[in-house]
């Protein structure tokens, strides 16, 4: 396994202290120190300037710290030169004293969490220091004070084990700091960890042995290295990456229970072997200081996770896509709101925000809701609520107003939901069916939820882009739409379904070449039901896909059926219409693909018709109608020139044949802009190489002059109305 680089310099700094103490003379000692912690301090400049730290200043202070540690060797090594002995205090003391101070600070700013003063770990920092320093006082400095007289000797001998007690305060949370630690953050560790052990060895040990000493001094040498390494590694740029939320996990509880236990540890100690001679002005300023300081910190606590539960519930209570009140808290007051009171609420369903997710992809849909939504709370009252139910569904409720200013609200609302959205280089235009049901005399809020989604799904159908109130008679529409749908279901299943066929011919000679398959139902006891009524709910519901595979099976096997008849007047293509939800299904190329082996009708002899609608959006169902012509299927865009993108969508779909709209043929005798757009559209067929079949020709003269233009295929009640499969045949020849 490949060693890393910064691994080196805790070898090197172990390898520093066992080369430390194997040296024979104090001159090779102080020498050797002084080099090391000499090139520590240049190492760490290297890394600052190299590394660009985020706390650059920390660093700074971090390496002001080593350098006075290493100006405190230089002074040992000169006074061992100089005087051959060690005075004390000597201005090495000083700068030892001062190092251990800015290494403190500096660890304290490199570790924290937070900008500024952190103040969870400043008050963990003080109980530790407070427990610690009422030990130190008992233990160091009254038998310090006892046996000497204050001076400076006495000031610098109570110093190292002060400085001792701040490093350990510094470093002992950093030792028990939950999650993961980058490399500079281990050898800040390692580092600290070998100083603060060397430190208080030095400060509460009464004498050293020679080799204890050495080995106290090789400490700091590892100490040095480690720091140096540190500085180096690049995870310096910051040490801590991933701030993490404060965690009162079970290292920090020991810890400063430990620390507040110390108090009442040394009272029983000091009773115990003194025989009840305890300085109980220590013990009472220590004990009280800690008190404070842990109710500080346990207030600190308990105000974080108050604000944290305060967040959680306002997380909980808002959606993340849109910030908006999500479905829980709009049920929540609609609850609470719903009492009988003037009250409504406003369902809204996006029309068109699908074909926008399938066009352009679900980034752009999620920012045209984010934009939605603000418009929403931009055109509504501070005291409404709003809320994202779910995917392309809104909810408002609304107190206190009148029916009237209910309606200028949901025209606010439609209004602002269908100006067009620039999103990058995209216009994205939806618009928004509106249901609006009353709470009056109501207090169930699902029953004014369900009022107002069924005045929704009215709103749906009667068109996009209006709003429309709740009434009772929507409720047995409903019924009978759903009855509908269950009896469509079992139409399916028993054969109650039909297809006619209405012939597409030639002009002027009238000669059969396709017919298109048309699904008729006669339920059997409401007679002939329109595909007008059914097919959109056949959409709605999602049965269209059964429908239409029907409908397709039927058609293609009885377009093999007769081909194989040998007739010659038998049609040459058979044209079925196809959905939008249908080419929105991926599978659907398959299918077809399939249909037509188990028919034996070839690609070409199928067509499909799509309408401008059910392209315009793009996506999936444009890839399923160029699925479909790499098969060989024929395409044909039906009720052309009605929508307001015809000729652009021939340049994104790939299209055989341009079916025009009857509303371009009724007034094709006459003169006026549709016998313009008629002519128009031929010029283009015929530019483009497609097609041209006009549709609704009910009379000879339309028929004439449609030929006159230049069509050459024809459709309509004057060549024969849908019929069964087996009165296709004898129509043919000329029916004129």
Known sequence: MRVRIWALWPVAGTLACLAYVALPTENEHVLLSAGVGALAVVLAFTGIRRNRPVRRGAWLTFTLGLAACVAGDLGVAANQFALGYQPFPSWADGCYLIGYVLLTAALFALTRHRRGLDWTRFLDMAIIATGLGLVYWVLVVVPVALDAEPSLAYVVTLGYPTAAVLLFAAVVPLIVRPGPRTPSLWLLTAGSTVCLAASAFYSLAPSLTPLAARLVSGGFLFTYLCFAGAALHPTAHNPLPRPSAERFGPARLVLLTGSTLLAPTVLITEGVHRHGHVDWLAASIGSILLFLLVMARLSGFVTTVQHQSGQLETLA????????????????????????????????????????????????????????????????????????????????????????????????????????????????????????????????????????????????????????????????????????????????????????????????????????????????????????????????????????????????????????????????????????RQLADPGFAELVASVLTETGLFPYELVVEVTETAVFGGGQAVRTVKRLHELGVRIALDDFGTGHSSLGLLQTVPVDILKVDKSFVDHITTEGRQAVIASALIQVSQGLGLEAVAEGVETADQADELYRLGYRLAQGYLFGRPVEADEVLPARGSLR
Not at 403 to 428: F, K, L, M, N, Y
Not at 537 to 550: D, F, P, Y
């Open 317 to 580: 209570m808002t959606d993340g896509l849109t910030g908006l009140a999500n479905r829980r808290r709009f049920s929540d007051l609609l609850t609470a709101t719903v009492d009988g009171r003037s009250m409504h609420l406003l369902m809204l369903d996006l029309d068109g925000f699908k074909a926008v997710n399938d066009r352009l992809g679900h980034g752009i849909g999620d920012r045209l809701l984010q934009v939605i939504a603000d418009r929403l709370a931009s055109v509504l009252r501070h005291t409404d609520l709003v809320a994202r139910l779910g995917g392309d569904e809104f909810a408002v409720v609304i107190s206190d107003v009148t029916d009237e200013e209910v309606d200028a609200i949901a025209e606010r609302v439609t209004s602002a939901v269908r100006r067009p959205v620039e999103i990058g280089e995209h216009h994205v235009a939806v618009g928004t069916s509106v249901g609006v049901a009353s709470g009056a005399s109501i207090s169930d809020a699902y029953e004014v939820l369900r009022r107002a989604d069924v005045a929704m799904y009215a709103s749906k159908r009667a068109g996009a882009g209006r709003h429309h109130w709740y009434s009772a008679d929507l409720d047995d529409q409903a019924g009978d739409e759903g009855r509908l749908i269950d009896d469509l279901r079992t139409a399916l299943d028993t054969g109650q379904l039909r297809v006619a066929y209405q012939p597409i011919v030639t002009l002027p000679d009238g000669a059969l070449v396709a017919v298109e398959a048309l699904i008729r139902w006669h339920h059997p006891e409401r007679g002939p039901i329109s595909p007008a009524v059914f097919i959109p709910l056949a959409e709605q519901t999602g049965i269209i896909h059964e429908v239409g595979a029907w409908v397709l099976r039927t058609a293609c096997a009885q377009a093999g059926a007769w081909r194989a008849s040998s007739v010659d007047v038998a049609p040459r293509r058979v044209s079925v219409n196809v959905s939008a």
